[in-house]
Structures are given as structure tokens and as C-alpha cells.
């Protein structure tokens, strides 16, 4: 594989991503993915989301966990490919869907949370 | 006659290079032994992490959406087959968790005074740091 200088840059997001994924997602999965539906916990209204949503912090945060796991998930899920299933001959096949995905999925995120009235 | 090649640190190019010997490995190597297999699913974890903002940005889409909306995302949650798809998120998003702050002290040796701090300190205040965010994430959607 010929040297990229983005290489490192691509490194830290990962890492970057990681540590914000560590950080809050098991509990947003644990609460929104199971909690609220199945019940266990009240889910919270429809006002209250809005008005948590409204907050321009939240959307921001929001945002930058959206785009960071993406990045995280682009990185690690391309050198799963790479060393799992040693699909090396398709390696600029594999970049453009990691990278490619996790940079609409931004866009994608980014306009869902503009949009939030 | 063959020509001398010198031994240096940087052998210099021979057209005699020979053919590197590469064993070809099995797709399923990382079956053959339980720390291959931990790595793996650790890898995959990534893919449900993914899943997981998918599945958060629908929610935003349906709350911005309307009152009517939202309850249809959470009646669509509590689906069987959504369900069992957030179970098993659950479970890859703790494995990375855990085994993220666990490698934290060697992807970060911290020094203090020239000294370094050991390994455990730096874990347990990557554990404190997941108590404190996961405290505030049900904090501001349980409604403070």
C-alpha cells in the first residue's frame, strides 16, 4: 500500500471516535434501544425531546458523535475487511464505501439536525 | 561466478531477489484461536456502532417529524427483530467500551513529573469518565 499522509489524521478520528463511542453510546443504546421501547423506563415525551433537540449544545454534540462513530466505524470496519477476510485486491473498493459512507452519513446527519424545528 | 553482494543494514538491489515466501493463509484464521476471535468481534463491534446512528438519526428524523411520528419510531422499536438488533448493539458497544479503556494506559502512558502514573489509574479514570457521561446522557433524557 503506497504511503498516504492522511494516514495518521485518519488514525486519530478513529481513535477520537472510539473514545466518544465508548463514552456515551452504550448508555444512549441501553436507554433508547431497549429501555424506552420494551418499557422498563418511562420514554420520555415528545415535548421533551423537542425541547432537548431545540438546544443548539445538543444538536452540536449530537452532530459530532454522529460524525465521529462514523469515522470510527469506517476505519475499523475497513481493516476488518482487510485483515478478516483478506480482501486486499479490492482495497479501493473497500476505502470509497468506508470513508465514501461515513461522509454521507455526516452530510446526512448534519442535515437531520438543521432541520429539527 | 557470482557477484559479491556486501552485507549492509540496506542490501543494494540484485536481480537475484529471490521470491518471497507467503504461506497462504485460511479466511477463517481468526477461528483457530480465542484471542483471534476476540479480535474479530472487537473489529466488528464497529458495525453496530453504525447501526446504532442509523437508528439514533432515524429517532431525530421522527421527533422533528411530529408528535405522531415519534410514537410510531416507538412502537417500531419495540419491534421483535429491532429489539434483538439492539440487544446484540448492547452488548458489541460494551465490549468495545470495556476493551477500549482497558488498552487506554498502554495508547496512553500519562507522566507526571517525569514519573508515570501506572496503568490502573488511568483505567479506573477512564471507568469514572463512562459513569459520569452514561449519568448525564439518562439524566437529560429522563428529564433532568
Same mark, same amino acid.
Given at each position: 500500500m503506497p504511503r498516504r499522509p492522511i494516514e495518521p489524521l485518519l488514525w486519530l478520528l478513529f481513535s477520537a471516535g472510539g473514545m466518544v463511542v465508548a463514552l456515551l453510546i452504550p448508555a444512549l443504546v441501553f436507554l433508547c434501544g431497549l429501555a424506552f421501547p420494551l418499557g422498563w423506563l418511562p420514554a420520555p415525551s415528545h415535548a421533551h425531546l423537542l425541547a432537548l433537540l431545540g438546544h443548539p449544545v445538543t444538536r452540536i454534540a449530537l452532530f459530532l458523535l454522529c460524525v465521529l462513530a462514523l469515522l470510527h466505524w469506517a476505519h475499523r470496519f475497513r481493516y476488518t475487511l482487510y485483515?478478516? =477476510?483478506?480482501?486486499?485486491?479490492l482495497n479501493e473498493v473497500i476505502n470509497s464505501f468506508c470513508y465514501g459512507g461515513a461522509i454521507v452519513g455526516s452530510v446526512l446527519a448534519g442535515y437531520l439536525l438543521w432541520q429539527v424545528p | 561466478m557470482p557477484r559479491r553482494v556486501p552485507h549492509d543494514d540496506r542490501p543494494a538491489y540484485t536481480e537475484f531477489l529471490p521470491r518471497w515466501y507467503r504461506p497462504r493463509m485460511s479466511t477463517?484464521?481468526? =477461528?483457530?484461536?480465542r484471542a483471534y476471535l476476540t479480535f474479530i468481534l472487537r473489529e466488528l463491534s464497529s458495525v453496530f456502532v453504525a447501526w446504532f446512528v442509523v437508528f439514533l438519526l432515524m429517532l431525530v428524523a421522527a421527533v422533528s417529524r411530529g408528535e405522531e411520528s415519534y410514537r410510531q419510531f416507538l412502537s417500531w422499536s419495540g419491534s421483535p427483530v429491532v429489539v434483538v438488533l439492539n440487544l446484540v448493539s448492547l452488548f458489541f458497544v460494551v465490549f468495545h467500551a470495556v476493551t477500549w479503556f482497558n488498552l487506554a494506559p498502554q495508547a496512553m502512558p500519562v507522566r507526571l513529573r517525569g514519573k508515570r502514573i501506572p496503568g490502573s489509574w488511568v483505567t479506573a479514570s477512564n471507568y469514572a469518565a463512562w459513569a459520569v457521561a452514561s449519568a448525564l446522557v439518562a439524566w437529560l433524557l429522563l428529564g433532568g
Open positions: 485483515d478478516g =477476510l483478506q480482501i486486499k485486491h | 477463517y484464521w481468526w =477461528l483457530k484461536r
